[in-house]
């Protein structure tokens, strides 16, 4: 069992990490959080039922109170109604239960009418709830062992990335230890270790709400893929009124700026622009040293000067190291990023340049 360790300059416990799912249970059932390992990111779990511990998912993320939640569930019980003995859905479409026989567990949210046991508390209010199902052993082990302890069969964890809002989201334990250790308890709180998450970025969303479903992010379940498996063509558009987590315009940011280039060729103008600026006023070591990172594909070259924060040779390599030298370039206090995104319409590549264009949004 693992022991949180006393931080003696500010005299409470140090956030633990572990890999022991009985204690993350524990601390659930108590009204704790619990760093959630999954194959997309890491999510901040609390129990979905429990409208005092999703009410700290929103303070400790610093998350608007109308801004929905995912609902992280076994595939046994996801799409039970209420009259089948389950409550988080209702009225749910014959497609999208085809889509969840064939992709969860995985990488994909529904976004459906909500039942009677999806509280306003994770539903942002609105009219629908997100479900999905985790494609990750540590996660799926204790969302049974949950349902399980808690005698409530079904019973699920909402869990949005363990970050703070709008920020990048965590894909290791440490991360969130680093971006949420001061903002949770340690007597309370749990991080549970499930390695670096499998995909890098967040699961494609489907709004489900209508006769066919419509894209409103983008992950590594294609859209392609959604339409040959629900045996119906994708709606040009979500339903009106229809929310989801993730989709603002701006999110995934990091501190530094980041800058889209095209191409090699954009990358060339934009870099040297970037390393050749004046000094800052009050010159420090930091200040110093490279400002610039470079995000791309490894047949791209890194000029002098510049960073280089990852170099992967594919889109599904981009995906699994992009937050983790976004946060590589905080941590390095680079002023900028130029990211190039991976060509290709692929679904990785689109979502990673979708991750890239709103972390962009935020430039400052």
């Not at 699920?156 to 363990?162: E, T, V, Y």
Request: charged share 20%; hydrophobic share 45%; proline share 10%.
């Amino acid at each position: 069992m693992s022991r949180p360790t006393l931080d003696t300059t500010r005299q409470r416990p140090v956030l633990p990490i572990g890999a022991d799912v009985d204690v993350a249970v524990d601390r659930l059932l108590h009204g704790g959080l619990v760093g959630l390992p999954t194959e997309t990111v890491y999510g901040l779990a609390a129990d979905a039922e429990s409208r005092t511990a999703v009410a700290r998912i929103y303070a400790v993320k610093g998350r608007p109170a109308d801004h929905p939640l995912i609902v992280h569930l076994t595939p046994a019980h996801a799409l039970l109604t209420a009259t089948d003995g389950g409550g988080w859905a209702r009225d749910v479409p014959k497609y999208a239960r085809r889509l969840a026989e064939q992709l969860w567990p995985g990488p994909l949210t529904l976004i459906l009418p909500r039942g009677p046991r999806a509280g306003d508390h994770v539903t942002g209010g609105g009219d629908s709830v997100g479900l999905r199902c985790p494609a990750h052993p540590v996660a799926a082990a204790l969302l049974e062992a949950f349902a399980r302890t808690a005698g409530r069969p079904g019973a699920g964890l909402a869990a949005p990335s363990a970050n703070r809002f709008g920020r990048v989201s965590p894909t290791r334990a440490h991360d969130v230890v680093v971006e949420l250790g001061d903002l949770l308890d340690g007597a309370r709180d749990y991080v549970l270790d499930g390695g670096s998450s499998r995909v890098g970025v967040e699961s494609t969303i489907l709004d489900c709400t209508g006769p066919a479903p419509a894209l409103l992010r983008p992950g590594a379940v294609s859209l392609a893929e959604v339409v040959r498996i629900g045996g119906v063509e994708a709606a040009p558009a979500p339903r009106p009124g229809v929310r989801a987590p993730g989709t603002l315009a701006t999110h995934y940011a990091p501190r530094a700026r980041v800058l889209l280039a095209a191409d090699d060729a954009a990358a060339d103008v934009l870099l040297p622009q970037l390393t050749q600026l004046p000094e800052l006023p009050e010159p420090t070591e930091l200040a110093r040293g490279p400002r610039v990172g470079l995000l791309a594909l490894e047949n791209i070259a890194t000029p002098d000067g510049v960073v280089r924060l990852a170099a992967p040779e594919q889109a599904k390599g981009y995906a699994h190291a992009l937050y983790a030298a976004l946060r590589e370039a905080d941590a390095l206090g680079l002023t900028e990023v130029v990211a190039v995104p991976p060509p290709g319409t692929d679904a990785l590549a689109t979502a990673v340049t979708d991750r890239l264009r709103r972390a962009a949004a935020g430039a400052r």
